[in-house]
């Protein structure tokens, strides 16, 4: 009988560096993250030298240390997998000659002046890093003729939401950024937008709600808390002094959300995507439930910066002051993954008062050490 006429799978083939299809070259899995060092770098590392692929990170030169967070990999037989690279993402050689020395197959860019207080004081700076940078990670990639072969990752944020119109958020709903931070990621993510949309790169943004570990920086909220909790706890430290006790955050676990990151790439189609628990507590709940696990409740008198917060004992522990509000504030933010859900089958694994707990233990843990260590 007649034969149905077939096309040949090559002819699907991206023409790329010596003959590699998108797939082919997803296949050998070598990863570049910028930001390494960072929460999030740490736990993509870890999960990805899991997975089988070769890690190279981004670090930035400083005068102190700044790779504790990746301090046990160099311990484990899965650092012959692992390589650091001087660099910075405000400095586009440099960027070039890292993409075409390492030749990834995917691109994390997670590296950024990721405080959002901090961005008021250093407006440029941030835009510099966070918006531009994703650029020029971008445009380096295009020099390096790798443009047809590399999936990006653009760690796009909750905090494009800002004043947000409705709530929960998802992928929808439109951005109205409140900060330096925010305005410099929503470059960054219609960037990561445009470069997919006009040179058919796989790029793609994980929308990111809060998520945070014992690894968390200290001056985000939820570290401060626990950290101040582990020290209230051991007669370090009598009294936490904070700002906005009222924002509403949705918090989860970064190791659910690196999960998320990977997962991301690994999509058949390069897309955005909100990643979050889908509850939202506020700065004063997580306060609440960070003392609960050394066994203290707490309650509140006073308003605004004559607010405190008082244990058992009657010993005031939490105290407000004006320095830490922001000139302007997000007020409630909270997710709808239900994309992610679908399409990736992502959801995440720990619980508010689980996340809480872990950080608590953690600071405790490291608090007691310290101690030991100094006697
Ligand atoms: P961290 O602040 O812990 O880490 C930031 C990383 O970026 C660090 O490795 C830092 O290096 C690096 N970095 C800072 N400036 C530069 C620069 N000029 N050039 C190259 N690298 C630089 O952030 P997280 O791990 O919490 O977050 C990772 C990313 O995800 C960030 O882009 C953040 O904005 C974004 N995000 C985070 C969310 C969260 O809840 N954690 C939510 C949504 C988005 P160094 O160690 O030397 O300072
Ligand atoms: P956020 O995180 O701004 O959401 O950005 P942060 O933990 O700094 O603040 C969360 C909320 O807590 C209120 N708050 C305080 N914040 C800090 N840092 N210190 C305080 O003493 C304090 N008191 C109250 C804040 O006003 C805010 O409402 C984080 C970063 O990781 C970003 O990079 C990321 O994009 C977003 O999460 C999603």
Known sequence: GARTPTVPASAFAVPGLHGFTRQSWAARKVALITGITGQDGSYLAELLLDKGYQVHGIIRRSSSFNTSRLHHLFSEARVERLALHYGDLTDSTNLVHIISQVQPSEVYN???????????????????VDGTGALRLLDAIRTCGLDHLVKFYQASTSELYGQAVACPQDESTPFHPRSPYGVAKLYAYWITVNYRESYSMFASNGILFNHESPRRGRTFVTRKISRAVAEISLGRQECMVMGNLDALRDWGHARDYVEGMWRVLQHSTPDDFVLASGESHTV?????????????????????VDEVGTDDAGRVVVGVDARYFRPAEVDRLQGDA?????LLGWAPTVGFADLVREMVEADVASAKYLIEDLN
């Not at 997670?110 to 835009?127: C, D, I, P, R, W």
Request: aromatic share 12%; charged share 25%.
């Open 110 to 128: 997670l590296g950024a002046q990721s405080h959002v207080k901090v961005s008021f004081e250093m407006a440029e700076y941030t835009a510099n």
């Open 284 to 304: 004063r709940e997580f306060i609440e439930a960070a003392f609960g696990v050394i066994g203290r409740r707490i309650t509140w008198s006073g308003v605004g």
């Open 338 to 342: 239900g994309k992610a859900r679908r």
